[in-house]
């Protein structure tokens, strides 16, 4: 077992009582964190000879990304500027023609992007129903060597595929089996039903009793109000939240995405039931969804619920997947919508770091650098002169820094990323790979793509779906319009 020591970095612990040690190192056993402290303690008890001088540099624990979609690695600038409908439709009706190729590739980078931006532990939502296809996604993000959650999507009512129930509850086992715990335990998997409206209350149930048996987190989008809860009530008679509850679903194993518009009464079921919401808040920027539809974090936050971030699809309209671009973006738009300093830049690192942890259950092994924990770790250099000069480091990573600032990453003691260098996979083959996938969704999906554009076919993405039985709602789109502009409408 290799010792390694970091000296001479400032320290976010980002522990239970957010220490912050001016000068401190951290000397790591193998895969994990065996001491920290100030640099001169630790140089009195330790004599290691494999160090990383940090000096000028802060050590923080590696980004959890709560929500990401491999797939939108490769959307870079094809979905800038849709409204919700528009991205919603086009991105899925995209993602499900991924072959396993096109995924490999498409994980791949996203893979790359987020080492690049220090992020060490990434729950990936699925956009494939196969086995075939989602494994990519596991393979790629362990071969190069970071944490995550993966899985098959579930979705046997409405859902983008001809696959029955059984054979997709199938898929799921078989990911569940095959890929839990493999590449050193750094990938695990999750269960995803596509959504409360497209899956039926015998699947939820099942998957529930799946998770209980297996002790698996469920992954999903979640929309208790806008823009979607009217379509539960409308074809299923339940509430979206009244659908998970009834299906066995509601409860401290489920991590909630988006949860947009929730109200008290929502906020109230979910914090009881110990849910955990993720957060994107660059997406809806994107989407344009107003304040009324936003999530609203402030009477989550004060309310108690465990709130953590993630980048959903933001691959295909910012750079990359940056976990620092959605920490910059929830502290503005908090400061926006509920006054400036109604959240602190230390919450905001929580929400990115240890509360991503809570939410996969994995608070005691990663989330805050503290001894005995994984030794995920990550090192910026806040040197650049636009961030410089300053002193209130928290502040800084939230309010300035990028995922450019960060110049090495280790995920269990394993150096993947040193001074910018990735170690573990090679970058330019993987852009090579990545640009001919891209072209070849592209084509696949009808897409026109210019030097000056990017357009989608004209037909409604509905009709496009490769489940026969949903394309039918194609031509009954303008139905489905006035439904969504009817809530724009409502207060
Ligand atoms: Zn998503």
Not at 279 to 307: F, R, T
Not at 354 to 370: Q, V, Y
Not at 467 to 478: C, D, F, I, P, Y
Request: glycine share 10%; charged share 20%.
């Amino acid at each position: 077992m290799q010792n390694l020591l970091i000296k001479n970095a400032t320290i976010i612990t980002v522990n239970g009582k957010n220490e912050v040690i001016e000068n401190g190192s951290i000397v790591i056993a193998g895969k994990r964190i065996k001491d920290i402290g100030p640099a001169e303690e630790i140089a009195r008890k330790y004599r290691i000879e494999n160090e990383i001088d940090a000096h000028g540099m802060v050590a923080m624990p590696g980004l959890i990304n709560g929500h990401i979609h491999t797939i939108a690695s490769l959307y870079k600038g094809t979905m800038v500027g849709f409204g919700f409908e528009k991205t919603a439709g086009e991105d899925t009706a995209l993602a499900f023609r991924a072959t396993p190729e096109i995924m490999l590739a498409a994980s791949r980078l996203a893979a790359a992007e987020m080492l690049l931006s220090g992020t060490t532990l990434a729950n990936v939502a699925t956009d494939a129903i196969t086995f075939e296809v989602s494994s990519q996604t596991a393979e790629a993000l362990g071969q190069a060597g970071m944490k995550a959650f993966v899985q098959t999507a579930i979705a046997d009512i409405f859902g983008p595929t001809d696959y029955d129930a059984d054979a997709q509850l199938a898929e799921a086992e078989k990911l569940v089996l095959e890929y839990r715990g493999k590449f050193d335990g750094r990938i695990c998997v999750s269960l995803g039903p596509a959504g409360d409206i497209s899956t039926s209350l015998k699947t939820m149930r099942h998957l529930a009793d799946l998770a209980e048996r297996e002790d698996l987190v469920v992954h999903m989008h979640v929309f208790p109000r806008w823009p979607t809860g009217i379509f539960s009530l409308l074809f299923r008679g339940r509430s979206p939240l009244g659908l998970l509850k009834a299906g066995k679903l509601l409860n401290r194993r489920l991590i909630a995405v988006h949860f947009l518009a929730a109200n008290n009464g929502d906020i109230k079921t979910i914090t009881k039931a110990g849910v955990s919401v993720v957060h994107c808040p660059s997406v809806w920027m994107n989407a344009g969804i107003g304040p009324k539809h936003w999530l609203p974090i402030k009477s989550l936050y004060e309310a108690g619920a465990n709130i953590t971030l993630g980048t959903d699809s933001c691959g295909g309209w910012i750079e990359g997947s940056d976990m620092f671009t959605e920490m910059r973006n929830c502290i503005l738009m908090s400061n926006f919508l509920y006054g400036a300093g109604s959240l602190k830049p230390v919450d905001v690192l929580r929400m990115a770091t240890i509360k991503g942890a809570m939410a996969l259950r994995l608070e005691n092994e990663t989330g805050s650098l503290d001894i005995g924990k994984s030794a995920d770790i990550i090192l910026l250099k806040l040197g650049r002169l636009l961030c410089q000069p300053t002193s209130d480091i928290p502040a800084m990573i939230v309010y300035s820094a990028s995922g450019r600032d960060v110049q090495t990453v280790l995920i269990d003691g394993q150096v993947v990323m040193r001074n910018r260098e990735l170690l573990t996979i090679d970058g330019g083959k993987i852009l090579e790979a990545a640009s001919l996938a891209r072209e070849e969704l592209y084509r696949l999906g009808g897409w026109e793509l210019r030097a000056d554009s990017a357009t989608p076919p004209a037909t409604s993405w509905l009709e496009r779906y490769p489940n026969k039985g949903l394309a039918k709602w194609g031509t009954r789109w303008a139905e489905f319009k006035r439904l969504f502009e009817k809530q724009e409408r409502e207060p």
